[in-house]
């Protein structure tokens, strides 16, 4: 089997030699490479461009005129793509020997299999890890699972609550099945939300500790904590919960998740930012008829219940861990 590579692309020319590098020795692997760019007004274009004719493997470029945001970006790119297997990957990354072969092995393990979330390391400390699956709590937290951690402790397949976006394996029929990524979301959150959506329909998510992926980290928006990225994922985080929790859900969960909206404004607030936090709060409330519910079917309850016993472990993890 090979994968369509999906990967958007904001400025990110910088990156660019390292990531075309990195993906030659995979090519066995690699039906195609989608580069979707989101108006870079850097060098990006004119680089693509000149690799494309001499390059071991089939490039599609597309060119937004405006940044169209992560969603929609990957979407285009997922739409254009020629493989059922379709890897999103990140512009900022580096890609370890057989990262792609173990991947489509992880995926091919359970019939059930949504996605596969790679092990993406530090790229400047690769004796941490970066990214190991991401975990959803009662509090509405999202959380990057060994973060700052040894990748030593880190080499068990598993599952996970959700596939980070940045170097994931995804099954193309049932992103057609399930819905694409919220473009609504633009940026942050939108992974989590399509692997809520999967699990709803009885789907799957697992962490691949042999596909290892060096990754530099907010390569776009250039920060962890910025006035860009703090407003649009606290209203994403908002969206998340009208979109996907059935009314019994909102109902049950609603006295830690405004604890846990409550424990986010102080942290952001001792670091200056709480005023960018609670304007995202405040927008996810008052635009949330923007959003598409997502419809509650019978036939799911099951499921359900068993994202409810998931959010439940990740707290007592999360608290336990702290």
């Known amino acids: 089997m090979k994968v369509s590579i999906v990967t958007p692309n904001y400025n990110g020319y910088r990156f660019l030699e390292v990531y075309f590098k990195s993906l030659s020795p995979h090519k066995e692997y690699i039906e195609d490479i989608v580069i979707v760019d989101n108006g870079s007004s850097d060098e990006s274009i004119d680089?693509?461009?000149?690799?494309?004719?001499?390059?071991?493997?089939?490039?599609?470029?597309?060119?937004?005129?405006?940044?169209?945001?992560?969603?929609?970006?990957?979407?285009?790119?997922?739409?254009?793509?020629?493989?059922?297997?379709?890897?999103?990957?990140?512009?900022?990354?580096?890609?370890?020997?057989?990262?792609?072969?173990?991947?489509i092995e992880c995926i091919n393990i359970d019939n059930k299999t949504f996605s596969v979330t790679s092990k993406m390391v530090q790229y400047n400390n690769r004796e941490l890890?970066?990214?190991?699956?991401?975990?959803?709590?009662?509090?509405?937290?999202?959380?990057?699972?060994?973060?700052?951690?040894?990748?030593?402790?880190?080499?068990?397949?598993?599952?996970?609550?959700?596939?980070?976006?940045?170097?994931?394996l995804y099954k193309k029929s049932i992103i057609k099945e399930i819905g694409y990524f919220d473009t609504e979301f633009f940026a942050y959150m939108e992974d989590v939300d399509i692997a809520y959506r999967a699990q709803i329909y009885g789907y799957k998510n697992y962490y691949c500790p042999n596909a290892i992926v060096y990754h530099i980290?907010?390569?776009?928006?250039?920060?962890?904590?910025?006035?860009?990225?703090?407003?649009?994922?606290?209203?994403?985080?908002?969206?998340?919960?009208?979109?996907n929790f059935p009314i019994p859900q909102k109902i049950f969960?609603?006295?830690?998740?405004?604890?846990?909206?409550?424990?986010k404004y102080l942290f952001f607030k001792k670091k200056g930012f709480g005023s960018l936090y609670l304007k995202g709060v405040k927008e996810g409330l008052n635009s949330r008829g923007n959003i598409q519910k997502t419809?509650?079917?019978?036939?799911?309850?099951?499921?359900?219940?068993?994202?409810?016993?998931?959010?439940?472990?990740?707290?007592?993890?999360?608290?336990?861990n702290k």
């Open 47 to 103: 680089y693509i461009n000149k690799i494309i004719e001499d390059y071991p493997i089939e490039i599609n470029l597309i060119v937004n005129k405006t940044n169209k945001g992560f969603a929609e970006g990957v979407n285009q790119g997922i739409r254009a793509s020629k493989s059922e297997l379709v890897f999103l990957l990140n512009n900022d990354v580096e890609l370890e020997k057989d990262t792609i072969k173990n991947l």
């Open 129 to 168: 890890i970066d990214d190991a699956g991401d975990s959803y709590t009662l509090l509405a937290y999202t959380k990057k699972i060994g973060n700052n951690q040894n990748v030593n402790n880190f080499n068990s397949y598993r599952e996970v609550f959700s596939s980070c976006g940045g170097a994931a």
């Open 217 to 243: 980290g907010s390569g776009s928006s250039g920060s962890q904590y910025n006035e860009f990225k703090i407003p649009l994922a606290a209203r994403n985080n908002v969206w998340m919960i009208y979109k």
């Open 253 to 263: 969960n609603f006295p830690f998740i405004f604890l846990g909206f409550l424990i």
């Open 295 to 320: 419809k509650y079917k019978l036939k799911h309850s099951k499921n359900y219940f068993k994202i409810e016993w998931k959010l439940i472990k990740n707290t007592f993890r999360l608290i336990k």
